[in-house]
């Protein structure tokens, strides 16, 4: 526990930013659920059968196993994290006058592409960007839209689509099947290669299960192996529903592919049975994929989610609705309406709720997708949301209900609050190390 002053000193000496926080003076850790996952005594007990051998373990053999039962694909890279995957996958298919399209890059998606000098386009459908908009799959990638900028930068141009599924951005909202489908039809026409970022395919398929036709009947685990069935390949951080603290993979239909990547891979990460991965990693890895599919597992991880964003609303506090799977994603745009957004209203209500809670939450808006035009002004994202994200297997109702509160303070305090100026940036990524001042 911390009193609101000693948060005020450690908040300043984090130059107001969470991520430079330390995690002792934080109470409640809502800044991300990547990796913060409590592993289930299963998880525990397979790790102690890690087979550390350099090459052919026995746990890379379950954990291959485990990733081409889900996916049907039979070319699996093991890589320490999402982002290493997306390095080699990138590197590879990148470049300058590539072009790439997704529903919505998540920031470690778009850097990656960038950095090998490619473009990284979002092609997200209207009705996910209007957060206050009740629509039931969000995610949706705007397919008419894709159509035309395949036209226009040309099929051979196209990189891949990547279809991020839940859409993490873009307020982990859900993708339907439909389409997925009508992406595959679309991309095969023009053979560009079609991609899913599926870190939280799991929880994408409880949303299928429940809100499109033709889908109750089915298991969520069925659900998710259709939708792989769809795509080339894929790439998963295991941070999310791989329900482990750390492990991701490549998975992908094409052998030149899965070769080349292999090439980049043991430069980069290890060899070709282990990636950046231990033994021990792989096998808690191989656990996880099979117990997020768990019918009460996902119910309950889902209407949690739910309940806190349930409750907000009922407050007045503006939430992008309906409320997605991993996170609660506060509108501090019209929350912080006095603030405006070259302030960065949304990293005011970060500060904020440390100050006045303890609570860690991330700004996903303008300080991590912002850019600035030849005169250095700011173009600032599409939406300044904050997130709070809820780490799996960790939280009771009741921690839940003390973030619910510190709303009721925050509510009381926002007209006193202030914007911010970033005073230090880097080039790339800046929202994990900028300094703020207040203004
Ligand atoms: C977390 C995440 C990544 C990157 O994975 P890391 O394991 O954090 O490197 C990529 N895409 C999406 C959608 C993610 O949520």
Known sequence: MTSESERELHLQRAHYNTFLLESR??????????????????????????DESYAGARSWQNMEKAVHDLTGYPYIIPTHQGRAAES????????KDKVFISNTHFDTTRANIEYSGAR????????????????????????????????????????????????????????SMANARSIREICRQNKVMF??????????????????????????????????????GAIMSAKKDGLVNMGGFIATKDKRIA??????????????????????????????????????????????????????????????????GHAVYIDAKSFYRHIPVEQYPGQALVCDLYLAGGIRSVEIGSVMFG???????????????????????????????????????????????RGLKIVYEPPFLRHFTAHFERI
């Open 195 to 232: 991609l899913l970022d599926c870190c939280r395919i799991a929880e994408n398929s409880y949303f299928i299960a429940t809100r499109e036709e033709g889908y109750d009947k089915k298991s969520f685990r069925e659900i998710a192996q259709e939708m792989f069935s769809l795509a080339d």
């Open 25 to 50: 003076h934080v109470i409640i850790d809502l800044l991300t659920d990547s990796g913060t996952s409590a592993m289930s005594s299963d998880q525990w007990s397979v790790m102690m059968k890690g």
């Open 371 to 417: 850019k600035y035009d030849l005169e250095g002004k700011l173009i600032p994202a599409e939406m300044e949301l904050v997130r709070l994200a809820i780490p799996r297997r960790v939280y009771t109702q009741s921690h839940i209900d003390y973030v619910i509160e510190t709303f009721g303070f925050i509510k009381e305090m926002k007209a006193g609050s």
């Open 88 to 95: 080699i996958l990138y590197s590879l298919l990148g470049g």
């Open 259 to 324: 070769e080349a990547c292999t090439n980049l891979l043991i430069i980069r990460e290890g060899f070709t049975t282990y990636g950046g991965l231990s033994g021990r990693d792989m096998e808690a890895i191989a656990q996880g994929l099979t117990e997020v599919f768990d019918k009460d597992y996902l119910h309950y991880r889902i209407r949690s989610t739910t309940y806190l964003g349930e409750k907000l609303t009922a407050m007045g506090v503006p939430i992008v609705k309906p409320v997605g």
């Open 120 to 175: 990284a386009i979002d092609c997200l459908i209207p009705e996910g960007k209007d957060p206050s908009r009740i629509y039931p799959f969000k995610g949706n990638l705007d397919v008419d839209q894709l159509e035309r900028l395949i036209r226009e930068h040309g099929a051979g141009n196209i990189g891949a689509v990547i279809l991020t599924v839940t859409n993490n951005s873009g307020g982990g909202q859900p993708v």
